[in-house]
């Protein structure tokens, strides 16, 4: 009973829990605000009604979701300093700044326009309701940016000095904290990413569409919309994805060890990178792997004759520096983590190649399993975002700020296992219960298609469409 | 002046507007099953607030941050102390934001029926609860000396405490109807007239006593004076419902709100969180705040943003200034 509820162990899986599930939702709405603000300009430079319909299609998609990132980032807010009090104490100093920031700069621009752009069809003129949505889709990115320097601080720590009187870390230089080189890789990385989601979502809504043969004059340019989009995505989250790679190789040698399970340090062709392991279960000796040479070395140094420092070196050089202590996360998620990640995205690459291939020229592809396989792309492609963040975090364990707070110091002291098992059991259950809703209803807004909007009066250019009220 | 004072009232300032802005988003919620009468109704209930509540709601999340960033201990302290009436707040606003949102997706009247019950219960728990919390804090708590309370859920559940959150519910319901009587027309404009000054009445005792007990037990110099300009307000505010200004008992309702709340911090100060077993375990301005770097960053970005922020939140409640009827309901939904 005692080991259940363990208030250590419960609030990391309450954190995990909340932050993917909240995650479930930022990537849509980071993407698809941009998507429903270019397909809104179109509009407005075009005149083409179409892409009137596709905006307020994608449109009420997005505030289905939306809603749902607010309420579930309220936690993530409060979760620091109540389940991790001891964190919020060593590190508010540093870590507050940036989300104070995200607060005053992001939150309230994209609330405050999100209001303006949902109610304020027919009420504002037309380019200002334009500018409501890029500045929605501008405070999305921006909180963003916060939030993953935020993270990178935990990642890699910079720009604080310690105090031992006070026992926590205080900011020096906050130009420092917000040029992170591992906030600086990844957030082009997670933003590339969000818009892979989101083209994924258009994919998969326009799919449905066109493979019954319906709503062709929105679902086609949809569609190519979301291919190239995925395309474009795909491209330069693969090319941050390296960036962050060399930067972690840098700052935190072990989560990449721990990505490739490498115990031992290899060099040159020796660094291989494996495609597929199957190993022990606990995860320390191979039976069968598939190997690219080099792979590794080139990922992690840019070089063929690049060394990567081993899981056991590590351990050593930790054990010294910190004292005793298990300084390697779990392998096996960060090994399997790392590979889907990898694989999932560049599985999204291909359907976007082959997508627009088959689709060149205004070609329609009548096999079934090509739009079986579209229509897929965005749960896909959501799974892909979600492993890359279960990776860089389980990676940083058994850091919570690495090299400067071990998790399990972290934890509030006077909240007791019951109370963290009372909120997860309750997180667990109203976060059940409104996917179950979430997923219905998105489901029902995608099958329902875009609204009928009459082309504009030739006489005063007006459309008439109907603003949206709760 | 020390930045780190000019932030306690920062954070002050951020909680005024929650409660001023989220506390009428609150009282429309509740106002549902008095003022609904029809689905129709309820629409234009909910469509007073539409395209505020999620920015309303937004003030909480920056308060939230700006005392994590200025007052590390006091936030590490409050959050994981009053854990379990945090996590309630959390629940009931979970519940109520999806409910705006998913309430009008399909036309069935139970699944409406579902939704009207999360948003009235999502707001009528956190302005309950947002009173017992504040109260909480001015009364003191039992810290020990690396400060984390050392009391339950039930020691925050106490006469005076529980005073505190009758009366944000009574201001945040009372708040709410006026606003709904400013923002509609027509029959459910009249109702909400009628009932602000049924639910003004009682909120003007619940208030006085909670802020005479607050005052007799807690208060300093500057309390009673904002005490006393809440009190004047709420009064003046229920006086102009009666003759039908509308804007001024709403104005009023909001300098009530206001000066309470700053009431409240005036009771506090220098201390944020004092200790009720021994006053030497009290977190203080002093002992909770970053270092003066942080707080001169920080003072920087306020200094830049707050005032635009102001700006363009004003700018979007000048935009939706219409009233909303059952016209304009109709008109949409058709």
């Known amino acids: ?470 | 002046m020390d930045l780190a004072v000019l932030w306690f009232w920062i954070v002050a300032f951020l909680f005024v507007g929650y409660f001023v802005l989220d506390g009428f988003d609150f009282g429309v919620g509740m106002s549902l099953p008095f003022l609904g009468r029809d689905d129709t109704d309820r629409r234009v209930l909910i469509n007073t607030i539409g395209p505020v509540w999620d920015l309303n709601e937004t003030w909480v999340i920056v308060a939230g941050a700006a005392l994590f960033a200025a007052f590390p201990e006091w936030y590490a302290t409050l959050f994981s102390g009053f854990y379990l009436a945090l996590l309630l707040i959390l629940l009931a606003l979970i519940a109520r934001g999806v409910s705006f949102e998913y309430r009008h997706q399909r036309p069935e009247a139970a699944w409406k029926r579902r939704f009207d019950w999360m948003i009235i219960v999502g707001s009528a728990v956190p302005a309950l609860l947002w009173g017992v919390a504040f109260a909480n804090i001015v009364q003191g708590v039992p810290l020990d000396a690396d400060h984390n309370y050392t009391g339950t859920l039930f020691d925050l559940l106490n006469p005076y405490a529980l005073l505190g959150g009758l009366t944000t519910l009574m201001l945040f319901f009372t708040h709410g109807v006026v606003f709904v009587a400013l923002k509609t027309d027509g029959d459910i404009r009249q109702r909400a007239r009628r009932l602000a000054a049924r639910a003004g009445a009682i909120t003007v005792v619940v208030a006085a006593a909670f802020l005479v007990w607050t005052g007799f037990a807690y208060g300093t110099a500057w309390f009673w004076g904002l005490a006393a300009v809440a009190a004047l307000a709420l009064i003046g505010s229920w006086l102009a419902n009666g003759r039908g200004a509308e804007r001024v008992a709403f104005a009023l309702m909001a300098v009530t709100i206001g000066a309470a709340v700053f009431a409240l911090f005036a009771a506090l100060f220098p201390d944020v969180m004092p200790a009720s077993n021994d006053p030497a375990n009290s977190l203080t301005i002093a002992n909770a705040s970053s270092t003066p770097y942080t707080l001169t960053v920080m003072s920087w970005t306020a200094l830049i943003f707050l005032p635009l922020i102001l700006a363009y939140q004003g700018w979007t409640y000048w935009v939706f200034r219409k009233r909303v009827t059952r016209q304009t309901i109709d008109a949409a939904a058709h």
């Open chain 1, 1 to 470: 009973m005692n080991e259940l509820l363990d208030p250590l162990l419960l609030a990391r899986w309450q954190f995990g829990l909340t932050t993917v599930y909240h995650f479930l939702f930022v990537p849509i709405t980071i993407g698809l605000a941009t998507s429903a603000a270019i397909f809104q300009t179109a509009w407005v430079r075009t005149g083409k009604v179409e892409y009137l319909r596709i905006t307020r299609f994608f449109g009420t998609i997005f505030l289905i979701n939306f809603a749902m990132g607010v309420v579930t980032g309220i936690v993530q807010e409060f979760q620091f300093g109540m389940n991790w009090s001891e964190y919020s104490r060593f590190v508010g100093d540093v870590f507050g700044a940036p989300l104070a920031l995200e607060g005053l700069l992001a939150f309230f621009l994209e609330a405050t326009f999100i209001g303006l752009w949902i109610f304020g069809w027919n009420r504002l003129p037309q380019k200002l309701h334009l500018a409501t949505i890029w500045a929605t889709a501008i405070g999305t990115i921006l909180s963003a940016y916060f939030i993953i320097a935020a993270n990178a601080f935990m990642q890699n720590p910079v720009g604080y000095e310690m105090n031992a009187e006070r026992g926590r870390a205080e900011l020096v230089d906050i130009w420092a904290l917000l040029t992170n080189p591992v906030a600086l890789a990844a957030f082009p990385h997670t933003i590339a990413a969000c818009f892979m989601v989101s083209s994924g979502l258009i994919i998969s809504a326009a799919a449905w569409h066109l493979a019954r043969n319906q709503h062709l004059d929105t679902m086609r340019p949809a569609l190519k919309f979301g291919l190239w989009g995925m395309l474009v995505a795909g491209a330069l989250t693969t090319f941050f994805g390296d960036q962050l790679s060399l930067a972690m190789v840098a700052t935190q040698p072990m989560k990449m060890a721990a990505a490739e399970a490498t115990y031992d340090t290899v060099c040159g062709a020796a660094a291989s990178f494996s495609l597929f392991t199957l190993g022990t279960p606990d995860g320390t000796t191979e039976l069968f792997s598939i190997r690219v040479p080099y792979l590794l070395s080139l990922l992690s140094t840019h070089s063929f004759d690049g060394c990567v420092e081993g899981i056991n070196d590590l351990q050593a050089q930790y054990a010294e520096l910190y004292g005793p202590g298990d300084y390697a996360p779990i392998i096996w998620v960060t090994y399997w983590a790392f590979r889907w990640m990898i694989g999932l995205g560049v599985l999204h690459v291909l359907i976007a190649l082959v997508g627009l291939w088959l689709t060149r020229k205004g070609r329609m592809p009548k096999q079934r399993w090509v739009w079986t396989v579209a229509v897929w792309s965005f749960p896909l492609s959501l799974a892909a975002m979600i492993v890359g963040w279960v990776f860089t975090e389980m990676g940083r364990q058994p850091w919570i700020v690495f090299s400067l707070l071990p998790t399990e110091s972290a934890v509030s002291p006077n909240v007791t296992g019951l109370d963290v098992l009372i909120s997860l059991v309750a997180f667990t259950l109203i976060y059940g219960i409104l996917a179950v809703v979430e997923v219905k209803l998105i489901v029902q807004a995608v099958r329902k298609g875009p609204p009928e909007i009459a082309p504009p009066d030739p006489e005063t250019g007006k459309v008439e469409h109907t603003a949206t009220v709760y």
